[in-house]
């Protein structure tokens, strides 16, 4: 087995666990690899070893291995953009990935509804929330959240999944929970009111290497797990 098998198989285990421990099926939590700044090769390891959907941060990176991956090795690959999406790059978005997980204005998402092409399907959408605050950070307001999910639900080329956030780093099991829930609650406010255009608001996308067990036991659908899976990373793409 290659150590990318087993890391995979680990996390797999620890998402089982998790999942026992929380009382909730294995079944509703899905893992998206977080393949960024790994080449080409460390994708086919894990698509070797089940892993059917990855994420990328660096949209032209992303590209470039979904064209090298995903086109010539296996079409049915499925590709998450996890970073940033600037006005220019959204496009590339459009044009060949499956999901967006960080949409987080109105202004984005009608680039990428407009510039998906006619032969895809819509482009899955999560809306990135800033659920612990932070100033500086990307994602909505947990206020503002319902008011933008409804207005990319009327985008005719997208189709609004859920929430993500990405939380500043808390020191212990505890301190992540506290803030994985009150992005739970948000989700379930929003998924409960049952309004047209919501039907596929089903994900809500949470946890990484270091808090996917306390996000799991909040009720995350999707952990995007990166060093867990290809190890720690050595640079930065830019
Ligand atoms: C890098 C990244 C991850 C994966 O982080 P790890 O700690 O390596 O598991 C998950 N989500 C986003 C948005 C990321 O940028």
Not at 134 to 151: D, H, I, M, Y
Not at 153 to 161: G, Q, T
Not at 197 to 215: I, N, P, Q, V
């Amino acid at each position: 087995m290659t150590t990318i098998a087993s890391n995979l198989q680990q996390v797999r285990d620890r998402i089982a666990q998790a999942c026992g421990a929380a009382g909730r099926d294995p079944a509703s939590v899905s893992l998206l690899a977080v393949s960024k700044t790994f080449g080409a090769e460390a994708v086919v390891q894990g698509a070797a070893a089940g892993q059917r959907a990855f994420g990328e941060n660096y949209i032209q990176e992303g590209v470039e291995k979904i064209a090298v991956v995903g086109r010539a090795f296996d079409p049915a690959l499925q590709w998450h953009c996890i970073g940033p999406i600037q006005s220019n790059k959204t496009r590339l978005v459009s044009e060949h990935f499956d999901w967006a997980h960080t949409v987080d204005r109105l202004k984005t998402a009608e680039r990428l509804s407009a510039q998906r092409p006619d032969h895809l399907p819509p482009l899955q959408i999560c809306i990135q929330v800033n659920i612990d605050g932070g100033s500086t950070k990307s994602g909505v307001a947990p206020e503002e959240t319902l008011a933008l999910v409804r207005a990319v639900a009327k985008l005719p080329r997208l189709r609004v999944r859920g929430l993500m956030s990405i939380p500043d780093h808390a020191p212990d099991f505890e301190a992540q929970l506290a803030i994985h829930k009150r992005a739970k609650r948000l989700f379930d406010q929003i998924s409960g009111l049952g309004e047209p255009g919501l039907e596929g608001f089903d994900t809500l996308s949470m946890g990484m290497t270091a808090d996917l067990e306390a996000a799991i036991h909040a009720g995350s659908t999707l952990v995007r797990v990166g060093t867990g899976i290809f190890g720690g990373r050595t640079y930065q793409a830019p």
